[in-house]
Structure formats: C-alpha cells, structure tokens
C-alpha cells in the first residue's frame, strides 16, 4: 500500500479519480461526484487529497474540504473489493496529521447517500452536528421577471473588496481573514463568480455562483445584518436568478440547513425543490 499526500491535483490525477468514481457508481447504483475544487481551501499549501495505490492502482481516496482554519469535510470512497480492509482508516490516520500540523481543530463526516456512511462516522466518534438540503431549481420552472425593487445587481470587483468583506462578516460572523479569502477566490477563479446588491449607492447583499458546465451552484448568499429581516434577500435572490437563467443556465442548485426554516420558506416559494439530504458528523480532530 502506498498513500500520496497532495495540495494539487493534477488533470491526471483528476481522471484517475474520476475513474475510481466510476467504477463504484457502476456497482453501488448510485452516481459519485466529489467537488474536486481546491481554491476555496483557507491555506494552498495543505495537503487535502490523500490517494491509496495497491500495484499502482488507484484504489481509495479521500478529500478534505477546508474553506476555514475552524473545521474541515471529509469525503471518501474505496473501491468494493477493498472496503472494510483498514484502507480509509490508513487514509484518515494520514488526514489527521495533516489537520493536526494545521492546527484545524474539527473535522466534518460528510454522509449522503454516497461517500462516508452514518455508521463509519459513529465508529469514530462523531455526533451529528446539523443536516442540510441540497435543493434545485429548473430554468423551464422559473419564469425571468421585472423586479420592481430599490435594489440593484452588480458583479463584485476588487475595487469593493472592503465593503464585500464587511458584510460577509456581518452576515455570516466570519472573520475578515475567512471573507477575504472566500471573496478573492470568486474575483480570480475561473468558474466561479460574486454578485452583490446594491441599496443607496452602498453594497448591503453578497452571493457567490460556482459553474459546472450549463448548472450554477449558489453558495454565500448573506445580507448585512442591518438590512436582514426585511424580504430583501429574497429580492436579492431573484435577481440572481434571472441574471443566470437569461445567461444560459439551465439548472440552479444551492445548500441550506434543515433547520433554517426562513431561508427554506424563501426558497421554496421561489420553486426550488430538495434533491437529497446531507448529514454531517462532527468529531475534534485531537479524539481520532
């Protein structure tokens, strides 16, 4: 068994994954697709893919994602002939260290119907931390509207850097170094983009897409939180979407807690439907 720590993946590396992906989709049922993008991590030099060879064949692997220096999530997969043989815990063991020289406190079982299952995230002492809905709109669900608001969408620009940073503190209580990093990232990577919202000639609303091919998945949607509470991120989403639709998107998806009972109101008043349900498992890093 030999395991390779990498903080880049490489397009081959990429396609081996992909392969190993397919392989396990064939004979599981069921379809793996793990977000192999690495620009949001909080610090490029960490390592957040550890890959597992047996006679040079890729045969699990794990990735970690770790927007911030509090917590990281864990998404794994190990070929059926191989599973249940200590290969994801030598995976894990090896993560550990790395979370550990990092100094990322927390660590995140991701369990959906694929990747991590409840029952290994138990075995190592997680405890359900909270659920989340991966919900989806459709273009041909959606009907492109005027909206008749003060509000108004621009694309975020370095020059508003500052002031996209003060309300993502604001609206999400991250640290200035968190919303910087999350806002750089969308300002130079190639498939993601910031939107913000404009009130009185000062920016109130920030939203972040990611683009996969002809789908666009929502991330990052706050307000400040002087302007929350008011029906305005609600407008500030619409606006979004009609930007996207009329863009040529075809498919709309986003995240939100089970337990965000506003923000699921909002949603599925605009048409958007859950597709499946995400369970994360939290355990420190220090009692693995």
């Given at each position: 068994m030999i395991i390779k720590s990498l903080?880049?993946?490489d397009s081959k590396t990429k396609t081996e994954i992909r392969k190993l992906e397919t392989i396990c989709s064939q004979l599981d049922g069921c379809t793996y697709l793990t977000d192999l993008d690495e620009s949001l991590n909080v610090d490029k030099q960490m390592n957040h893919t550890f890959l597992c060879y047996e006679d040079e064949h890729?045969?699990?692997?794990?990735?970690?994602f770790i927007p911030t220096k509090s917590e990281a999530e864990l998404s794994a997969l190990t070929l059926s002939n191989y599973r249940r043989k200590g290969y994801f815990t030598a995976l894990l063991l090896r993560a550990r260290e790395e979370?550990?020289?990092y100094?990322?406190?927390d660590l995140l079982f991701v369990s959906q119907p694929f990747y991590i299952g409840t029952e290994i995230a138990k075995h190592f002492g997680a405890i359900h931390d909270f659920s989340e809905y991966v919900?989806?709109?459709k273009r041909v669900q959606f009907s492109v509207q005027e909206i008749q608001s003060q509000l108004t969408l621009i694309d975020q620009k370095v020059d508003h850097?500052?002031?996209?940073?003060?309300v993502g503190t604001s609206a999400f209580g991250?640290?200035?170094e968190d919303s910087k990093s999350l806002i750089e990232m969308a300002l130079i990577s190639a498939n993601r983009k910031g939107y913000a919202t404009i009130l009185n000639n000062k920016i109130v609303g920030i939203c972040f897409a990611r683009f996969e091919e002809s789908e666009a998945f929502l991330f990052g949607l706050g307000m400040h939180a002087e302007f929350q509470g008011k029906g305005l991120g609600s407008t500030f989403l619409s606006l979004v979407l009609?930007?996207?639709f009329t863009g040529g998107v075809n498919k709309v998806k986003l995240e939100v807690e089970s337990r965000n009972a506003p923000a699921l109101h909002v949603y599925q008043k605009l048409g958007f439907k859950a597709e499946e349900t995400i369970d994360y498992y939290r355990v420190h890093v220090n009692d693995l």
């Open positions: 903080n880049h993946l890729l045969i699990a692997f794990l990735h970690l979370l550990i020289n100094q990322i406190p919900m989806a709109l850097l500052e002031r996209l940073i003060d991250d640290s200035r009609n930007k996207l």
